[in-house]
């Protein structure tokens, strides 16, 4: 895949390309390469997760777990943490109380409030998702080689920017 630039509208345009004949090689190139990867790892996740009883879980409601956390969060917290509007986190909400991947309870500090916390069947599918990046990790590192793997790692810790790692990526890049 390449992203060019077409000299007339000055707009990045995807094209698909085959391995790099040069040394030299675009910036751009590692982004879209970087998303590859990522997208690559996220999609055998789920597939796996689906082959394993769980095909209605989607992307955006793993994340939603993480936004939930241990402890539990409110629709609002769980809307700043994703970069959503707090419709848009209740309707997520909703749907892992229907898939049954969370639960709705009272907030002991505040008895207005409501709290959504983690199901037993979400830390489940949570655990086996762990499970396939680690098994995921090791196929990587067997095409790759461990080292290569490590260095890759340790490279991107190095250049990532400080609070870089947030989980409102989605809402990022949409917007």
């Given at each position: ?7 007339e ?14 040394r ?6 590692l ?8 997208r690559?790892?996220i ?21 939603a777990?993480?936004?939930i ?8 917290d ?11 986190a ?8 229907a898939?049954g ?5 009272d907030d002991?500090a ?16 949570l ?21 290569a793997v490590r ?12 609070g870089?790692?947030r989980?409102d ?7």
């Amino acid at each position: 895949m390449d992203n060019m630039v077409d000299d007339e509208t000055m707009v990045n345009q995807v094209v698909h390309i085959g391995k790099p004949e040069s040394r030299s090689r675009p910036g751009y190139e590692l982004p879209l390469l970087l998303l590859a990867g990522f997208r690559t790892l996220i999609d055998e996740v789920h597939a796996e997760l689906a082959a394993q009883g769980h095909p209605d879980l989607r992307p955006a409601h793993a994340f939603a777990l993480q936004a939930i956390g241990p402890d539990g969060a409110g629709a609002s917290d769980i809307a700043r943490t994703l970069g959503i509007s707090k419709q848009a986190a209740g309707k997520t909400v909703d749907k892992l109380v229907a898939l049954g991947y969370a639960v709705r309870a009272d907030d002991p500090a505040d008895a207005r409030r409501k709290l959504v916390r983690i199901s037993r069947s979400g830390y489940d599918v949570l655990a086996r998702s762990a499970a396939v990046f680690d098994r995921l990790r090791a196929q990587w590192a067997a095409a790759l080689g461990e080292d290569a793997v490590r260095t890759m790692e340790d490279g991107l810790r190095t250049v990532a920017a400080p609070g870089a790692f947030r989980l409102d990526a989605a809402s990022w890049i949409g917007s």
